[in-house]
């Protein structure tokens, strides 16, 4: 079991530039989850997937678009990066909710210049 | 709004040098505390949940405990392997997302 992978682990993007960020987890857990964190700051909760088919907003959505690809994956996408979202972002997943434990991936450490 | 307050930043102990860790909390109704642990460069690891004022748990070294406004992680004769940045998180009934505190920074000195 590999749990919850992330790619790509490093990303330096310039400022306007597109990308994606992947996560997959090998638990059969139905809720996924995208958090970033930054230095002096907790984890915030930027979208997250309480099953297959659905996406709902965390608390810092603003510039960032996912998708619940299937079961397995959830990805995270910057349209349009600005250096406000230098970041790490780590993906989770519970198996119903956020009440079950969280299980995290590395994380992707993400600078934009 | 749920807030989260993790303290101290950072803590310095010798190893076998038992202490605290603190994390107060404002929630409009706890569903969930919970308590993780944080390697340099990777991803939290989960430590333990807490629902309830008065509960306890412990794995090896630390213990959890709750009251109505706070969380204590308590650290008995630490090891240098325990160093990391330790995380606490709440959870309320009222909306769907998890607030984490800004973590405090343990370093157990051999």
């Known amino acids: 079991n590999a749990g919850v992978t992330q790619t790509p682990k490093f990303q330096v993007l310039k400022t306007g530039q597109s990308m994606t960020l992947q996560c997959a987890q090998d638990?059969?857990?139905?809720?996924m989850y995208w958090y970033r964190q930054d230095p002096g700051m907790g984890l915030r909760l930027i979208y997250y997937?309480?099953?297959?088919?659905?996406?709902d907003k965390g608390e810092v959505p603003n510039g960032y678009n996912v998708s619940r690809l299937n079961k397995r994956e959830f990805s995270l996408r910057l349209e349009s990066a600005a250096p406000s979202q230098t970041s790490v972002y780590f993906c989770?997943?519970?198996?119903?909710?956020?009440?079950?434990?969280?299980?995290f991936g590395p994380g992707t450490r993400l600078t934009v210049l | 709004e749920d807030q989260v307050t993790q303290s101290p930043e950072a803590l310095r102990l010798q190893e076998g040098e038992s202490s605290s860790l603190n994390c107060s909390y404002t929630?409009?109704?706890?569903?969930?505390l919970f308590w993780y642990r944080q390697d340099p460069g990777k991803g939290p690891e989960f430590l333990f949940t807490?629902?309830?004022a008065g509960e306890e748990k412990e794995k090896e070294r630390l213990k959890a405990t709750l009251t109505k406004k706070e969380s204590f992680l308590h650290i008995t004769a630490p090891k240098p392997e325990d160093s990391a940045t330790y995380l606490c998180?709440?959870?309320?009934?009222?909306?769907?997302?998890?607030?984490f505190g800004a973590g405090t920074r343990l370093t157990v000195k051999p």
């Open positions: 638990m059969n857990h139905n809720s």
């Open positions: 929630v409009s109704g706890l569903r969930g």
């Open positions: 989770a997943s519970s198996l119903a909710g956020f009440t079950d434990t969280q299980y």
């Open positions: 997937s309480a099953s297959e088919g659905t996406t």
């Open positions: 998180a709440v959870q309320s009934y009222n909306n769907n997302d998890m607030r």
């Open positions: 807490l629902y309830s």
